[in-house]
Structure formats: C-alpha cells, structure tokens
C-alpha cells in the first residue's frame, strides 16, 4: 500500500460564513474539512504488467508492432514504397531478360540467311515475328535524342531490300564474294559512310557512299547521299588456295592447277601491291534521287533496326557484339 502525503501542498480555501441578510447566494463550493488536511489517505496501487497488444490506441494502429503498412498524416509507412521498389525492380530485370531471349533467338533465325538473300518464307516470318516483338520492348522509343548510340560501325545482318539482293547474288568472278556490308554513323558530324566490302583469294575491296543525315522526328532521319567512292584493292595477310570452285552449279578441281594458280598468285599480287599505292576512285551522287529516309524502330548498345521509305526493313548489329557469334 502507498500512501499520499497530506493535501496541505494544495491551496484551499477557508469557510467564512456569509451574512444572513446578503441577497446574494454565493455558487455552492466543495470544502475540504480540515480534520482531513492533517490526514493520510490511504491509496491502493494495483500491479500492472506490459505487453504487446494489437489494440488501436488513440494514436491509430501501431504500424511497427505489426509490421503494417499503414498511412499516417505524413503518407504511407517505408514498408510500402519499398515493397513497390522491389516489384518494380523485379519485373525490370525480368523485361530486359526477355529481350535479350528475342535479340538472341533473332540473331539465331539470322544465321545461314546471307543477309536475307537465302531466307526461306518460313523464315523470313519468324524474323519478321520476332523484329515486332522487339519494336515494341524498344527501350530507346526516341532514338534520335539518344544518338550517342548511333554512333559507330554497324554490320548489317539481314534486310528486306530487295534492292540489295541483286549485289548479294552477283558473283564477280567465282573467287570474289560480297565480304562485309556496313555502317558508320559519326552524329557529331551527321555523316553516314555505307560500304560493301568484296573479299577475293588475293585482295579485298570496296564500294563505299558518303552521305550526311538530318533529324527530321524522334526517330526519323533524312539522308542525303554526296559521294561515291570506289576503294583500292588491299592485299590479304595470307592467300588459301581453295581445292574446287563452283560454277554454275558444277564443283571445279583445283588441285590439278594448283602449281600454275600459285605462279598467277604472285603475279597478281606484284599487281596488287601496285594497284593498292593508289588513291580510292570518287565521285560525286547529285539529284533529289540519291536521297532517302529512315526510321529507327530499336536502338540499343548493339542491335538497332530500322525500316526504309520502300517498307523495307534493316538488322544492324555494332562491330563487336556477341550477336554477330551464333
């Protein structure tokens, strides 16, 4: 039991009587008697015990105890926007996850086609199929405000150009072959520099356009074709003599020749060397037909797509990726 020490720390005030005359009734007051100023009162303190409890106080429910997610005056509690963060940041991972599946897959379908010119109709659908499918996951949408990415050399990988197939079939000579086809984006000078390469047994050259290029929308560039340029013959580090060649469809021998083919090698690469001491051949593209546009529909760090005024549709893939390895 505790006891209360006496109430004589608290101000009280005395009884006066009041006149019996006075018209005025004073408010009834509550009196302490004094006989109990001067004594102790006798108080009983109940034990009491803590524990946690789930019962709303006047301060709302207690977020921390239940690990809740409830919103106050100052907004939802940190459980919440972290829950949202982590979810947000899962499906991220698992979206670029799944577009580097497509770019794969795409890069896979790509591999035996030259380009395109050897596509089967079943597989020039399942191209088409998967090149909608990254379209719409593109994570560049402006691809024109983010030209850091354009530049660089660029492979193409397949077309839909019809345009192009003529020079992919062509054959020079049975030893010649379209080697490379490629382009350089350089966006601080808006130059776009188109080459195809021809590799032969002795030597590789080019055929090569210049052309500058001017941001028309977002993701639409009008380009401008200036000059023409055809390159020297460069000699090959090394020249295999292949044991037959294909003509016409018939497998030619080689091997019965070969002392003779190794004469005319290196006649031909005395040739060669003088040829290649030469300046490229260029000239010049006037007219309203040496212009064209492009629309990019993909950009990233090594893949970009584009479609051109005709319908047709480009896979370009920067110099170095993994995607050009199948």
């Not at 596509?119 to 020039?124: I, L, P, Q």
């Not at 013959?233 to 083919?261: A, H, M």
Request: aromatic fraction near 6%; proline fraction near 6%; charge should be negative.
């Amino acid at each position: 039991m505790a006891t209360v020490p006496s109430f004589t720390q608290f101000p009280c005030k005395t009884l006066v009587p009041t006149p019996s005359n006075s018209n005025h009734q004073s408010k009834s007051q509550i009196l302490f008697p004094v006989s109990l100023l001067n004594r102790r009162i006798a108080v009983h303190r109940s034990g009491f015990k803590v524990r946690a409890s789930d019962v709303n106080d006047e301060w709302g429910p207690d977020s921390k105890g239940r690990g809740g997610d409830v919103e106050d005056e100052w907004g939802p509690e940190r459980g919440t926007n972290s829950s949202v963060g982590e979810k947000e940041a899962e499906e991220a991972i698992e979206s670029a996850e799944e577009t580097e599946r497509l770019k794969r897959m795409l890069a896979d379908s790509l591999y035996g086609t030259d380009r395109g010119l050897n596509a089967s109709s079943e597989t020039r659908a399942e191209i088409s199929e998967l090149i909608t499918q990254l379209e719409s996951r593109n994570p560049n949408p402006a691809p024109n405000e983010a030209l850091f990415l354009l530049n660089g050399k660029w492979i193409l990988a397949y077309t839909s150009f019809v345009g192009l197939f003529p020079l992919l079939s062509r054959r020079i000579s049975p030893l010649v072959k379209v080697d490379e086809i490629s382009q350089t984006i350089d966006s601080d000078s808006f130059t776009v520099h188109n080459s195809v390469r021809f590799a032969g047994p002795l030597a590789t050259t080019s055929l090569s356009t210049n052309a500058k290029f001017e941001i028309r929308s977002p993701k639409r560039v009008q380009v401008k074709f200036e000059q023409g340029i055809i390159g020297t013959p460069q000699l090959t580090d090394s020249l295999e003599i292949p044991e037959f060649v294909e003509v016409l469809g018939q497998k030619i021998d080689l091997n019965p020749i070969r002392g003779l083919l190794t004469s005319v090698q290196d006649t031909a690469s005395s040739v060669a060397r003088t040829i290649s001491s030469q300046p490229p051949l260029k000239f010049s593209l006037p007219g309203d037909s040496a212009q064209s546009w492009l629309l990019t529909t993909y950009l990233d760090k090594d893949l970009r797509i584009s479609r051109g005024d005709g319908g047709s549709v480009f896979v370009l893939i920067r110099e170095g990726s993994s995607l050009l390895n199948p």
